[in-house]
């Protein structure tokens, strides 16, 4: 389809490397060579249009600027008159604005595949990486994670809903920043027909093909944000699985439930597997009428479901429920901690949640990702009042900033306040008084004999820290274990004095 004319990306080690697979270049080309053409004739009649329009605002300002308005009523309905003119080309501009399409129509008749078909993938990418060693599959030990989001490309209907995927985006980046993943946000409909909640399939298969050397694609709404910014998914439990998706087995098999898994954070495995699993979920994407009947077959099969379109999270379900041979052996269903968090249960509790508990849990204690299902901030509804999501996203935002704010010496005011304040003093030896004050404070600083030098060094200390700690004080194990490969960061996350004189004195 549309976003497949491109070639994916290739990467060229010292001793050469396979191309990935492309599409149809000729046919890519033939669509280059008729498009600019179109493109420039629709430039060129936009261009007109705000020529016009301005000729129109400057009649408007001149009119106001130098007196010629009399103010009699004649005067006054040729300037409103004026004024629905200007309106009536800018929402002309808006709607012609889009460049002129120059693919073919699509036969509804004919089932929707993504083009092209790919078969030996896993072959491939493996000769690739061998090819390729200065593009690891893994980094420390660590498989590669890209983290995927995006949102429409269009400015949102509710002009404040851009504030909060902006906040969204800030969000995503700082936990990805602070756990060493890449991220991309995606704003292009790289499929004209998977628009809307289907737009993430062709993004993900494409970033896939591009990415040879990432292990792991993990996609998560833009209404979405992470409120652990500690906690890290434990990849090592995902092994010898394809698909890591937040749900109910229960809900899934025995209730055939709607809501039995949530497509808003999942992590795809960079393989065969997965590409041939968005082959066939793709198939009831396609706008119109595609969608429409796949939507009433979803609404008939599944419990609890409205009547509408068919959304990606419904498909996949029906997919998993009908063909479950085929592909639950290699799917991980994954409750255990929040890879997604319904909003409406949590953000009322974070202030609990401080007093309590501390971050790195990822579960109800201390929610790894706050979904804000229904909310649809950049959109003109919701299911949900417009100033309740927005107050609530202003709370998870700032809940999961003051995680990152406190490495700084900083935290909000309140979690519905943007504006900040200091929490600590400035010294001339920060990092010592880091990690006096949260690592382990005097009592192994001074009493036990161990330095800066000692914290910064081989992690050998830290281990044996880590299960002294296990073994005293079971729920600080997490963070002590962490301490020595992810830095400064998890220092601030601990409490004062996490294992008191738990070290015995230097010897």
Request: aromatic residues 12%; proline residues 7%; glycine residues 6%.
């Amino acid at each position: 389809m549309g976003q497949e004319g491109f070639m994916t990306l290739k990467r060229t080690g010292t001793t050469g490397s396979p191309t990935l697979p492309t599409a149809n270049t000729s046919v890519a080309a033939a669509s280059r060579l008729r498009g600019p053409r179109s493109r420039q004739i629709a430039k060129t009649v936009n261009n007109i249009k705000i020529t016009i329009l301005c000729g129109f605002v400057t009649i408007l300002v001149l009119r106001g600027t130098i007196g010629l308005n009399l103010g009699t009523p004649e005067a006054d309905a040729e300037k409103q008159n004026l004024m629905e003119e200007a309106n009536r080309i800018i929402a002309e501009i808006r709607s012609d604005g889009a460049e002129p399409d120059d693919e073919p129509p699509r036969n509804p008749n004919v089932t929707f595949t993504f083009e092209p078909r790919i078969s030996s993938w896993d072959s491939v990418r493996q000769d690739w990486l061998s090819k390729n060693p200065e593009f690891p599959s893994s980094v420390n030990g660590k498989p590669r994670i890209l983290v995927v989001s995006g949102s429409p490309p269009n400015p949102c209907d509710n002009p404040i809903g851009d504030h909060y995927l902006l906040k969204s985006i800030k969000n995503k980046i700082d936990y990805c920043r602070l756990h060493g993943i890449e991220i991309v946000y995606n704003m292009a409909h790289l499929d004209k027909e998977l628009s809307g909640y289907w737009a993430k399939l062709p993004l993900i298969r494409r970033l896939m093909l591009s990415h040879p050397e990432i292990e792991w694609i993990w996609w998560i709404d833009s209404d979405a944000l992470f409120t652990d910014m500690v906690f890290e998914i434990p990849m090592k439990k995902y092994e010898n699985y394809n698909l890591v998706i937040h749900g109910y087995p229960d809900l899934l098999f025995e209730k055939k439930s709607w809501i039995a898994l949530n497509t808003g954070s999942m992590l795809f495995r960079n393989c065969q597997w997965t590409l041939d699993l968005l082959d066939a979920w793709a198939p009831m994407g396609p706008r119109g009428p595609t969608r429409d009947e796949a939507g009433r077959i979803l609404t008939g099969y599944l419990s609890g479901r409205p009547a509408f379109e068919a959304d990606d999270q419904s498909a996949l379900i029906y997919l998993l429920i009908t063909q479950k041979d085929t592909w639950m052996n290699k799917v991980f269903v994954e409750n255990s901690y929040y890879l997604h968090g319904f909003w409406t249960g949590l953000v009322d509790k974070y202030e609990q949640m401080v007093e309590k508990y501390h971050p790195g849990l990822g579960d109800e204690r201390w929610p790894f990702v706050t979904h804000f299902v229904g909310c649809k901030p950049c959109g003109s509804y919701g299911d949900y009042p417009v100033e309740k999501c927005l107050k609530s996203m202003e709370r998870a935002f700032n809940f999961a900033d003051n995680q990152v704010l406190k490495l700084y010496g900083f935290r909000h005011r309140g979690l519905v306040s943007p504006n900040i304040k200091r929490i600590r003093n400035e010294t001339t030896t920060p990092l010592e008084s880091l990690l006096v004050t949260y690592v382990t404070c005097q009592h192994l600083r001074v009493s036990n004999g161990y330095g800066l030098e000692d914290w910064l060094s081989l992690p050998e200390k830290i281990e044996f820290h880590a299960e002294f700690c296990s073994a005293h004080l079971g729920s600080l194990y997490y963070y002590c274990s962490q301490v020595h490969f992810v830095g400064l960061f998890w220092l601030l996350q601990l409490p004062e004095d996490p294992c008191q004189d738990a070290l015995p004195p230097k010897s």
